[in-house]
């Protein structure tokens, strides 16, 4: 119900069910539904909250609408189209218990731009709860408030700016390196001698390999031929946390003590928690020898955390876990989902092509100043992130009232930002559907988009604090592979639909021939 790296974990319908009046329960999310008067308000506020209807007379979905849209008409899994569909029954605005769904670019920003110093996604959530019961402290996106800021300070040294990404240019290219030598034992092993099957989860542990280079300051072996159990283990649990996550969100609590995923979602952190504490602990025993023999204890980005001593042990495996988590999966399926658009679009990814080999001829590996001359490559993520953000909703808990689009929305009541319905509107980009990387090159497209209608790494404070890492990542992996192979679709491919899994996932694996450019 929190994000990875953005909000995430909550989604369109988040509702849980008092199966006894067949009605939704928002008990999860502390909302409220009746309209309070703000005594602090501005008098103008003031007048314009009177002329304005109460947040009652908004429309929205009763409890049986929801129950068929979710699970006679299946949506349940595909959240994020679900958004259109209500955009359209509804208008800009709709209700749904005590949760404001937005739709509209203007309206987002005016919610967004409501924020004090310490933006609040959801007050209450599962996340948090297993934190509780496992008596661990808050991370970085678990954690609200002077709590969340401090540790946002904290954790943002060596991550957030352009320059702090290019720290990681050379360890990203070696676990690129590493990557393509796998792409190549996989593609000779296959019948075709091209074939690779499944390409996000080869991602995923390219992916888990960056982070875990950059975080641990060691390589893990993701990419050798026999990946390590520890780390399968750790990538397994990623995906069974996702997956029980939907579930635990939806059914009621009683059923928590009968249904196995609960048990399921907590045993997933439990070994993610695990693997992230055992590298801690490793690297701080390394610390302590070099403090110990009067050596210099300057390293990279968990070298420089635990020498700064100002994250107690408990907050720094919270928080290292969590990065680690939103490291893998958000990343892996952006590039899942590019690799596909680009074989499907052939003409594209020659254009790509021909622009990489200008600006990194030959054997070069590139740089991120080759990378700053390949506008179209950028375009690709951004057109990517566009079609398949990696979470469909952001989520905003305010703590004043507000008057939005007409009503009376008073505090505490949480917002969810529409962002897939957003990148998907003709309003905002014409002929939404279609792949165009163009849209986002400087002087090809005369359109403006509105800055709120595509927000793949959230906004302002709370906006996803290792996005120049992963641009950079993602940069340098797809201009390499795309300089050595010509992808295709593995022959007979249909299209391939996402799903949420409150992430934005392939519905089925992506199997892509990976050709030797002559």
């Excluded at 048990?263 to 403090?291: G, H, P, S, T």
């Excluded at 080759?370 to 950028?378: A, E, G, N, V």
């Excluded at 792949?435 to 709120?452: C, I, M, N, S, T």
Aim: charged share 20%.
């Amino acid at each position: 119900m929190v994000s990875v790296m953005r909000p995430v974990l909550s989604r369109g319908i988040y509702v849980r069910w008092d199966w006894s009046v067949m009605a939704p329960c928002y008990s999860a999310f502390c909302g409220h539904s009746d309209v309070r008067h703000c005594s602090s308000m501005p008098a103008h506020r003031e007048s314009t909250a009177l002329r304005s209807k109460p947040l009652q007379a908004m429309p929205g979905h009763s409890g049986w609408s929801t129950f068929y849209w979710l699970f006679i008409k299946g949506y349940f899994k595909r959240l994020h189209r679900l958004q259109i569909i209500e955009q359209n029954m509804f208008g800009p605005l709709w209700r749904m218990g005590p949760i404001v769904n937005v739709a509209d670019n203007s309206l987002i920003e005016q919610v967004l731009r409501q924020e004090g110093k310490y933006p609040m996604r959801i007050v209450e959530n599962l996340w948090k709860e297993q934190r509780k019961v496992r008596g661990l402290a808050n991370g970085l996106i678990t954690a609200e408030g002077e709590e969340w800021y401090r540790l946002r300070a904290l954790l943002n040294k060596r991550m957030l700016k352009p320059q702090d990404a290019t720290l990681y240019q050379g360890v990203i290219n070696e676990v690129a390196t590493d990557f393509i030598n796998r792409i190549q034992r996989l593609r000779s092993a296959s019948g075709s001698g091209v074939m690779v099957h499944n390409i996000t989860q080869e991602l995923q542990k390219y992916t888990f390999e960056v982070i875990a280079a950059i975080l641990f300051e060691i390589r893990l072996g993701c990419l050798q031929e026999k990946v390590p159990e520890e780390t399968q283990k750790f990538i397994n649990s990623v995906m069974t946390m996702f997956r029980a996550l939907g579930y635990c969100e939806l059914l009621p609590k009683w059923t928590k003590n009968w249904l196995p995923f609960w048990k399921q979602y907590l045993r997933a952190w439990d070994n993610m928690f695990d693997f992230a504490i055992k590298a801690v602990d490793r690297k701080m025993v390394q610390i302590q020898e070099l403090m110990d023999a009067g050596h210099s204890v300057e390293g990279q980005y968990l070298t420089h955390l635990l020498a700064s001593e100002q994250m107690n042990q408990s907050e720094m495996y919270s928080s290292i876990t969590e990065l680690l988590l939103a490291g893998v999966d958000t990343t892996a399926n952006t590039l899942s989902w590019a690799l596909y658009s680009l074989a499907k679009n052939p003409e594209i990814q020659e254009s790509i092509f021909t622009e990489i080999w200008s600006s990194c001829p030959g054997e070069k590996i590139p740089t991120p100043q080759d990378l700053s001359k390949m506008s179209l490559l950028r375009a690709v993520i951004k057109e990517t992130l566009r079609l398949y953000p990696v979470v469909p909703s952001g989520y905003r808990t305010l703590n004043k009232d507000i008057v939005l689009g007409g009503y009376h929305i008073p505090q505490n009541t949480t917002f969810v930002l529409c962002h897939y319905a957003m990148s998907h509107s003709e309003q905002n980009f014409p002929s939404p559907h279609l792949f165009k990387p163009e849209r986002w090159v400087r002087g090809a497209d005369k359109l403006q988009h509105h800055p709120f209608s595509s927000m793949p790494f959230g906004y302002g404070v709370r906006g996803c604090p290792g996005r120049r890492i992963a641009e950079l990542e993602m940069q340098l992996i797809m201009a390499r592979l795309l300089k050595q192979f010509q992808l295709k679709l593995e022959p007979g491919t249909q299209e391939i639909s996402a799903k949420t899994r409150i992430v934005l996932i392939p519905e089925k694996p992506i199997n892509l021939q990976f050709l030797d450019r002559q």
